[in-house]
Nanobody
Framework: QVPLVESGGGLVQPGGSLRLSCVGS????????MGWYRQAPGKQREFVAT???????NYADSVKGRFAISRDNAKNTVYLQMNDLKTEDTAVYYC?????????WGQGTQVTVSL
């Protein structure tokens, strides 16, 4: 399987916003449950958000009310809209199919929240 490709990261001040994109391939992408994860320096990778094929979403408590996951199956793309960013959101963000294991991790996209 080909890794997914994440993009959209960058440097942003606290309170700012970013939108991450994750592009996959294949006609069955629309059937996959997809998730965003992040890994901060010195920490383990953690779950951020998920969206299933019906559009049902779920979030980690730390991002509820601030982040929104969505998908555009016509473009084989999953998005993560991140608002009111905090310094603790600094991490490399990855997307992957859920359950994990079928698709190798991609390179991720770096999000840095700093003054």
């Amino acid at each position: 399987q080909v890794p997914l490709v994440e993009s959209g990261g960058g440097l942003v001040q606290p309170g700012g916003s970013l939108r991450l994109s994750c592009v996959g391939s294949g006609s069955i992408f629309r059937l996959w449950t997809m998730g965003w994860y992040r890994q901060a320096p010195g920490k383990q990778r953690e779950f951020v958000a998920t969206v299933n094929s019906d559009g049902w979403t779920n979030y980690a408590d730390s991002v509820k009310g601030r982040f929104a996951i969505s998908r555009d199956n016509a473009k084989n793309t999953v998005y993560l809209q991140m608002n009111d960013l905090k310094t603790e959101d600094t991490a490399v963000y990855y997307c992957n199919r859920i359950p994990l294991g079928a698709i190798p991790w991609g390179q991720g996209t770096q999000v840095t929240v700093s003054l």
